[in-house]
């Protein structure tokens, strides 16, 4: 499985670098890489599974997932780290220490931004506003208003990352809270409409911050047959959006879903189930020239390997 | 780094010899997986696992905290157990307060139910098996018809304890229903506390979805579980069942 995708991108990488006439050194120091890492739905999940014969026993890990994102930075110039939401909730260090240490632990894997989901409501806003000095990175909401609570100003709804000249504008869209969380605990935080908001983000983004690419972070949930908004519908029915890392659904995607729209501009929609037990991975190149996006691989090629010393 | 620079560029040549006759080129993404495994090859970060120590040690020893004593074991069995009673009628207690007004019922399931509880000292840790899911009680208002259908399903399934109610199995189906003391009205709605997992359905529970009012109340059943057998430790009391007949079965 693992051997058949390493092929099968390096195939079409290879393709390109012929088509190109270009030696592989000089076509690729014509570009810029960036590598863009991801999880959702890690739901307190600090130690592995118990390695007991259960589905993903002995996987996930979060001092391991560290160990494997240090080793991705050390290999690749320009790395993000995002999250998609429900960081809580599902074992006992969130039950007993509120989330502190899952902040503390994403902090220092300098984890770039994430957004919130609804578990990340359980302890109420005042959970959330007690937690937050703990994080060291930023949580993107563009379609929750918070100003009539006591969470008003502490989240933006999107942020301009630059590497290397390219700008990534990433922002950030949550589930409707009605139904699924107690009122109790999101008091009076509005749920605005994810499809005008994320309209209004791309719009900033493109044309106001001069984004190269725009990623979203959603906790909308992959996809629905009852009409609900997902991250599907949101990719289809909103354009200028190059990636979306979704949450919520514990979806396990083999690989990410393109949605292509009229003009030609892609979409990409990825999850990467729960828990911590993969990293999500995809890697784009933009032309140093134009700074235009040029490609995307998934390729597990330099990460799939076991950790060695050499 | 050097080893694996030379593997890449071996594939590299060999693929562009097959690329060349076999794959036109498309300005479409190349999609292999994008899942990285976290598993076993992966050591741990030495300082995450520092961090992590001292939160480790506390939870595995809030697991052994003791919070109540069951002279005896209590276990799950068909229509009425020890288990089974002692959470309807926790749900209860813990809920009413929240609520702020008398429920008509309460429901579990015995699928809910993960283990029973040992005799002897209860731990956090039991109370976790118990219920590992993060399952929040809600109260749901239900028509009268929708609550003989919750009736029949418990005399036919054997797995649904219910409580503040009696009734009688006869050929598969509940009668003499009575609710509170009170004999059941069809023509009335009552309110039943359960966990949001069933009032959605979960355990094929259908009927809890044509529920006309469902009100969270922002506490989970572990919780609850957790709450009652710690106020029975401090008003001196053991974890124990109601055992007064609550289904009576006709042959």
């Known amino acids: ?310 | 780094m050097n080893n694996h620079f030379s593997k890449v560029l071996t594939v590299l040549a060999l693929s562009l010899s097959m690329a060349g006759c076999q794959r036109p080129w498309a300005a479409s993404p190349s999609l292999g997986t994008t899942d990285v495994p976290v598993d076993k090859t992966l050591s741990a970060d030495p300082q995450l696992e520092a961090q992590i120590s001292p939160y480790r040690e506390e939870v595995t020893q809030k697991m052994s905290e003791v919070v109540g004593t069951a002279p005896v074991a209590l276990v799950k069995g068909e229509y009425e157990s020890p288990l089974g009673n002692f959470v309807v009628d926790l749900q209860l207690a813990q809920a009413e307060p929240l609520y702020k007004k008398p429920i008509d019922l309460s429901l579990t399931t015995n699928g809910g139910l993960r283990v029973p509880l040992p005799e002897g000292e209860i731990t956090t840790g039991n109370i976790f098996e118990l219920m590992p899911f993060e399952n929040e009680l809600v109260v749901l208002t239900l028509k009268g018809e929708t609550v003989k259908q919750l009736f029949d399903y418990a005399a036919e399934k054997k797995f649904a304890p219910i409580g503040n109610a009696t009734y009688t199995v006869q050929n598969g189906k509940a009668t003499n229903i009575r609710i509170n003391g009170k004999p059941f009205d069809m023509g009335r709605t009552y309110t039943l506390v359960t966990s949001d997992y069933l009032a959605g359905g979960g355990d094929n529970l259908n009927m809890l979805k044509d529920a006309v009012q469902t009100e969270r109340l922002g506490l989970l059943l572990r919780e609850a579980i957790l709450q009652q057998i710690r106020q029975l430790a401090a008003a001196g009391k053991p974890v124990t069942a109601e055992t007064g007949k609550r289904v009576t079965i006709l042959p």
Request: glycine residues 10%.
């Open chain 1, 1 to 310: 499985m693992r051997r058949r995708d390493f092929l099968k991108t390096t195939i079409a990488g290879a393709a390109g670098v012929s088509l190109l006439g270009m030696p592989f050194t000089a076509e690729a120091a014509q570009r810029i890489t960036l590598t863009i890492l991801h999880t959702n739905d890690q739901h307190s999940r600090i130690d592995l599974f118990p390695d007991d014969g259960r589905k993903y026993g002995g996987m996930g890990g979060m001092a391991r997932r560290a160990t494997l994102i240090e080793q991705i930075r050390k290999e690749e110039p320009n790395v993000l780290l995002f999250d998609s939401g429900d960081i809580w909730q599902g074992t006992p260090y969130f039950n007993f220490f509120g989330g502190e240490l899952e902040y503390k632990l994403m902090s220092q894997m300098k984890y770039d931004a994430a957004t919130l989901g609804n578990h990340d409501f359980d302890n109420g806003l005042e959970g959330l506003e007690k937690m937050l000095p703990h994080a060291r990175f930023p949580f993107l909401s563009a379609n929750y208003d918070f100003s009539n609570t006591i969470l008003q100003n502490r989240f933006a709804p999107y942020k301009v990352f630059e590497k290397q000249s390219i700008k990534i504008g990433v922002f950030g869209l949550g589930i409707e809270l009605a139904g699924l969380v107690s009122q109790n605990n999101y008091g009076e935080t509005l749920y605005l409409d994810p499809l005008d908001t994320a309209r209004e983000m791309v719009q900033e983004l493109r044309q106001n911050q001069q984004c190269n690419l725009v990623v979203c972070l959603s906790h909308l949930g992959y996809k629905y047959d009852d009409g609900k908004i997902d991250d599907v519908t949101l990719a289809r029915q909103v354009e200028g959006i190059d990636l979306i890392l979704g949450g919520h659904t514990h979806t396990f995607l083999d690989q990410p879903e393109v949605v292509r729209h009229a003009s030609g501009h892609e979409t990409l929609v990825n999850q990467v189930g729960w828990s911590g037990i993969f990293l999500g991975r995809l890697d784009f190149s933009f032309s140093k020239k134009t700074r235009q996006k040029t490609g995307v691989r998934t390729a597990a090629v330099p990460v799939n390997r076991p950790v060695t010393t050499s």
